[in-house]
């Protein structure tokens, strides 16, 4: 299982004693305190914490839209610290992928475009089998020519998966993706999540709140005051809320 | 509530401030031709006291109905000698003037003259008790001397001693030597530019060919009458058509004369203020518009805690009221600045006016704070109606803004719209001769039809923009197909933005196409029915000059045929008309009237009618005309030959043999003539130049030259109204550069998420840009549409004298190349604003 093995140990993005300090003086608060983490290619990582506790933070920093205080984060082998802010935007266009909570598509544009977005705004056609791929998984074929004020929460959030998925990035970042979205449709997203994992091979690090949710993932980090205080492997949705019960003690 | 008013505004302080600009700046004209008004006219009224100081009365001929020439009517001199005798009488002073006669040619031999106030020559008899002018330097002329106004004395740099050459209506060049340097009034600049050319009386009866004659008598008496009994007294000696009045009848008269120009030169400023004050209106709407949506959560949440409808609606006015005051305040000042701007460039002009301060009235003021206040609240009327209609429930939803039916808007702007383009049909075809009333007519008729297109542009400015956008969208990509989806997306707000460019852009238009038929016109003329080989005429403002001029051209011996034409006033059938004297012998080898029936030369007693005027007044051939003259003399005259040509020569002429026996002076406008077959023309020019050199004002020009001068003068009328409506376009500007950062603003949340997913920081500038680009070139498109359609409407309206549709097809593309930098410039700041937000904090963005 040797190949198994190198698959497992390859990392799609680190941070090395990443700290992020906000404000100054009496007012200074820091939402990350050196916090060195790493995230496996093909796997789906949550991060999960109480309010405060920096999960946010950290998810921006490790995707370039926030700067760290000091330390390093690392896309593949990139330091982000050293990009300007173009190399940045080509570096979050080409090589990651996004999904908010809200708020993820361009009202103007077709569920089609808006999923080849990136690629469009790069001028490059993509991998079409690939995007084919991903929008038939997504299952929205119909609703492709549709604005998005024409989806609902749940197609909304199906496309914004897939537009995260369509430039085949190297790693993608959810920010509470579910976070707006019933049960049950929460529950369709999320299965879709884990079989781009699974079966296409993407790398997902996704923050949230909700245990349920957290128990896709292949691993929890937990954080709590701007450090990583646990590490849970294959997550249960009872497991998981174990876990933050006793999290404060 | 005020509060929260006050908290409003000074949160949304950037976005209110371009539109204060926009009002400011029509406050601003508003107040600039208020300012320059009253400033003018208190500094000449106290120019006419100054002037008539020391006079008790004045004596001068009754005016009568018809006047040629601008001169006052004259009577004989012998009434001097009865008024001085009248008993309390000390002085009495008889004088004469003409207007634009009597010239001074500096060493070159060129005409000595303001570019626009006049030239007057008058005799004068000294600094007396009853004097005009004052002696700055020298002495009063006697005999072969003249005394000049010190502004022009400086210009041609004139000292006493000088001997100057004159150009006088004898056509005979005299030498004068320069006696004395004289100012109008007691002050400075009191003349207004105008230049003075001053001679004893006998000398100017002598030179203005008014042997015997006067115009008026200045009079001051002792202290043994009262003023009515002086007034009555010189009455009683006076003969039929002469009267007498009091000084401050004169003044009040003066006063009232210059009132009647200042009030044109303010009347003009107020119609371009108004102008800009409309376009105004529709950008305070829109950021209005644009503030209540972006809003809409906030007002909702107001009215789910218990604010009523009234009280929301209340608050959005409150807030347009602070706006108003603010911008009027502005607006009052900036009108100071520009009524000093304006009396510096007509001073450039020619114009010196006198100093003085400048008189900021509490009736400017009031009107600055009315219209100021209430062009911002009407505008803003819409938008809190709008946001009073907010539904608690919005505050919970954020749901996009209910569109107005598509039928309800189509009729509103049709209703708006028809009345509109009736009235611009009633002030154009109307053939009102009620000047105000068509004035009146084409203003509201044209805001109307530009409010009811604005109304109805919002129905096309989605499809519009978007086909303007599909090139952008071919070259550019995703970045291309962004700025086209977003200027498509609120058709409202792309037609209110784009409304303030296309009246700019409209009336710039309309402008256009007038002046070029005007110079097709022309040219159409000087090709087809002027023969002449050269042309003589006043260049500067067409003003007549001395017929004797054509005689000696006649006596020219390569000179063929000479013809002058003249123009005087006269009663047509009882009505007041401008008559043409034309040299009908000669005058078909020189000009070609086009004519339609009859002959073209015409006998004493026969008269030729254009077309369109035979039609009208029910005249055919061999019918009779009676006229009368301003001599007094009624003569009939048979209608000999209908003629085409309104623009050359008028609605009907005469013989000029007829024209100039009726006439104090016998003057012409305008003088063309051929060479004799086989001239040398180099040669032959040269001789007409000798003759025309003893009339320095004239010019002679062939036929090219006469093309170039017409072309200039069009030229020059052009860029004036360009440079004053260039103003609509920078409001309509601000006005872009408001709703674009507004829209920004706006989309805030969604340039994160862009930005997020990888678009550069220049790809998003790009995007604005090409985005308000769209929107501007949909504006000026719209405006250039406009135009040509108001632009063919005042042409066809004006069509017996620009009977040539010129359209400036190369005008027009600049204009929408206008538009579309006008576009670029206004994207720049909000790109830029755009491209600098810091991503997550825009995607965390709540609005």
Redesign the interface.
Known sequence: MTNTEQVATAVAAHAIAASKVYGMGDTEVHALREVTVSFDTAKFTAIMGPSGSGKSTLM?CMAG??RLTSGQTFIGDVELSTLN??QL??L???KLG?I?QA???????TAK?NIT??L????SKGDQAWIDNVIETVGLGDRMKHRP?ELSGGQQQRVAVA?ALASQPEIIFGDEPTGNLDSRTSGEILDFMRRAVTDLGQTIVMVTHDPITAAYADSVLFLADGLIVDRMENPTADSVFDKLKHLGD | MLKLVLRGISANKGRLLLTLVSITLGVGAVSGSFVLADSLRAVFSDISVQAFAGVDAQVRAIEPELQSSQDLPRFDDSVIDAVASVPGVEVAEGGVFAFEQVYTTDSDGQVVRPLGPPVFASSWGGPTAVSSFTLVDGEAPIGQQIAIDEVQAKKAAFNVGDVVTLTVPSGIPEDFTVSGIIRFGSEPGGSGGAYFNLFDLPTTQRILNLEGQIDSIVVAADDSMTSDELLTAIGDVLPDGVEVVSSDTVIGEQQDQFGQIVDIIGNVLLGFAIVILFVSTFIIYNTFAILVSQRTQQIGLLRAIGASASQVRLMVLLESVVVGLIASIAGLFAGLGVAALLKWVFSLGGNQFPDGPLELRVRTIIVVFVVGMFVTVVSALIPAFKASRITPLEALQNTAQQQRSLRARIITGLVVLVPGLALLAIGLFGGSDNTSGVLTALGLGSALTFIGVAMLSALFASPVASALGAPVEAVKGVTGRLARDNAARNPQRTAATATALMIGLALITGVSVLVQSLRDTFNDIIDNSLSADLFIFEEAQGLPFSAVLVDQLGAVSDVDLVAGFSVIEAKVDGEVESVGGFDTATGTGVVDVGILEGTPELASDEIALNDDKANDAGYALGDSVTIEFEDGAVDTFTVASIYDDATLAGSMYLDRSVTSEHVATDNVAFVGLTYVDGADPAQARAAVEEVTAAFSQVTVQDNAEFKASQKAQIDQLQFLLFGLLGLCLVVAFFGIINTMALSVLERTREIGLLRAVGTTRSQLRSSIRWEAVIVSVFGALLGVVMGLLLGWAAVSAVGDFIPNLGIPWPLLIIFLVIGAVIGVLAAYFPARRAAKLNVLDAISSTS
Request: hydrophobic residues 40%; negative net charge; glycine residues 4%.
């Open positions: 921006q839209l926030d802010d173009k935007t080509l979050r266009r080409e996004f908010f708020f993820n598509l361009i009202p103007t544009l475009e977005l990136p469009d705004l790069a001028g004020n537009r």
